[in-house]
Nanobody, 121 residues
Framework: QVQLVESGGGLVRPGGSLRLSCAIS????????MGWYRQTPEKQREFVAS???????NYADLAKGRFTISTNNAKNTVELQMSSLKPEDTAVYYC???????????????WGRGTQVTVSS
């Protein structure tokens, strides 16, 4: 079983910064993609950023220039550094991993339970 646990959310003033972290554990042999998504009650879950096994990254327009996704050498943590936060960044942020139990297994998507980020003065 694979578990993703997010942390680092909270209340921050506009213009401030937060660093979200996602701890990855369990039976996962290889990871294809790590990513962050967010959701508000008014919107469907939307893509924020992803980090590929090759090391490449991809960012939604909302994140470009303000957010940075990264991982550690062990690839058991994925972080999202957020700066210049705006009230519209308020959302529940979810960690996502696409991985395989073995190299030859089919890929599966895993989700954390989310961490709340509130940007307000």
């Amino acid at each position: 079983q694979v578990q993703l646990v997010e942390s680092g959310g909270g209340l921050v003033r506009p213009g401030g910064s937060l660093r979200l972290s996602c701890a990855i554990s369990g039976n996962i042999g290889s990871i294809d993609t790590m990513g962050w998504y967010r959701q508000t009650p008014e919107k469907q879950r939307e893509f924020v950023a992803s980090l590929y096994g090759s090391g490449g990254t991809n960012y939604a327009d909302l994140a470009k220039g303000r957010f940075t996704i990264s991982t550690n050498n062990a690839k058991n943590t994925v972080e999202l550094q957020m700066s210049s936060l705006k009230p519209e960044d308020t959302a529940v942020y979810y960690c996502n991993v696409i991985g395989r139990r073995t190299v030859f297994a089919a890929a599966s998507a895993y989700w954390g339970r989310g961490t709340q980020v509130t940007v307000s003065s």
